[in-house]
């Protein structure tokens, strides 16, 4: 072997354990690397999440630590409820200690540490800490853009759709749906702050509100009344509207309002001046008093519109919308007190018969003792009452009656008046002397007869 080539291969020599010198090393680094991060791994938890709490790299005492210390905020994508944890043991978090230890070095975990919740702990969550988490999600939704689901809207008849707009608040409706679900099983509360989705014009909620209302078309109500009945198509009245996020329905009634008022117009008599038939002549009672009844507008109107959203027939009776006395009855009806102030005498009728006629005494006909005209009705009937009042002169008095029928709320009514001559009844020109102070005093060998055939509610008509 020459000199050169001798060189050269003691030159290759050299370099070669080098080489494997380097690589020694390089395989002692990795080594220990290993050992270390499994050392490491043996006593810490990995990539590791307990209900929703980050408890990377801690130690089994650190972690159960962290587990029993969170505060309410966001955290994350989630908002961990203050108070809502019920203490873990470190047992619990030694257990799911030992189940990651089956995982790779490199992988994410998602744990729960489940312990039983209480009946008060439960009653704890829903009626302190709910309400809370409501008012939370409501502050954090102050600062988000409103998410507005496509709208369905009712235009002179036709049903169109108008596409939602996507925002970036929270969906309070399936957050609180979550915390509910949470608060009978988990340890703590964290509830994913899910954002509000709105529904485009193709969704299957859209599309099936948007029948709904086409459906509602083709409904009808009928409104019974006293004397006739009347057929509402929703074609015709529900005309414009729309349907709201949470699928509530709201069309515009101001045409039907107009309907109703000009009906209950028509056939309201609360207060209204009628016509009485007294032995066989007609009789025009003035306006006032509190005999009659009268529509409930607002109500009546509400029952409608919300029966014709029913999408089916419906029907619904006037007489459950009305409030008073004497409805469906023709002015008093045929059953009826008439009492004429100027010649003194009151008609009692029953079903169009003349039963009683008395001549009786009233108030004066004006100042501070008159019996007031119109249309009133028999409130209740009453043995034995003393009425008390004051006189002119300001003193008291207490009248004993054997029978009561008031009239009015400031004590007008029919009694019996045993106080009075008999000569008074039916006397005009006695009533400056002997006028009560607005009653209509009977005589008292008469009075049973009006006892027998009046009832309560019945109208009792004054006129002069």
Known sequence: MSRK?????????????????????????????????????????????????????????????????????????????????IKVNSQDVKQLFKHRSSMTMLSAKKLNAKTEVSNQQYHYRMTTLLPKFKNRVDQLNLTRKPTIDSTIHLANGHVTVTKGTQGTELDKTKMIKDFKKQARDNLVIAVKMTKDVAASPNSAAIQKRKQNVQKMLKSSVTLTTYNKSYHFKAAKWLTSGHVSADGTYHFKSTKLNQWVDKFANKVDTLGKALTVTVRGKKVHIPSGGTYGWKVNRQLLSKAILTNLQKKQAA???????????????????????????????????????????????????????????????????????????????????????????????????????????????????????????GCLNNPPSQMPKVWKYTHTNEAVVIYK
Do not use: C
Request: positive net charge; charged residues 15%.
């Open 5 to 85: 080539e001798k060189y050269n291969r003691q030159k290759k020599t050299k370099r070669n354990r080098r080489l494997t010198r380097i690589a020694a090393v390089v395989v002692l680094l990795l080594a220990g690397g290993f050992i270390g991060s499994h050392v490491y791994f043996q006593n810490h938890f990995k990539w590791t999440k307990i209900n929703n709490v980050n408890v990377s790299g801690l130690t089994v005492a650190q972690a159960t630590k962290k587990l029993n210390n969170s505060q309410i905020d966001q955290n994350g994508d989630y908002l961990v409820v203050k108070n809502s944890r």
């Open 315 to 437: 029907s619904i009776n006037l007489k459950n919308y009305v409030s008073g006395t004497g409805y469906g009855l023709k002015g008093a009806g045929k059953t009826y007190v008439a009492v004429d102030l100027t010649n003194l005498q009151e008609y009692v009728y029953k079903n169009g018969q003349l039963k009683v006629k008395i001549p009786i005494m009233s108030g004066t006909l004006t100042g501070g003792n008159a019996t007031p005209t119109g249309s009133y009705f028999i409130m209740y009937k009453q043995r034995h009452a003393t009425l008390r009042g004051k006189n002119s002169d300001g003193s008291k008095y207490a009248s004993p009656v054997g029978y009561w029928e008031p009239v009015t709320l400031s004590g007008v009514g029919l009694h019996d008046s045993p106080w009075q001559p008999a000569t008074v009844y039916g006397n005009p020109s006695a009533r400056s002397q002997y006028h009560s102070h």
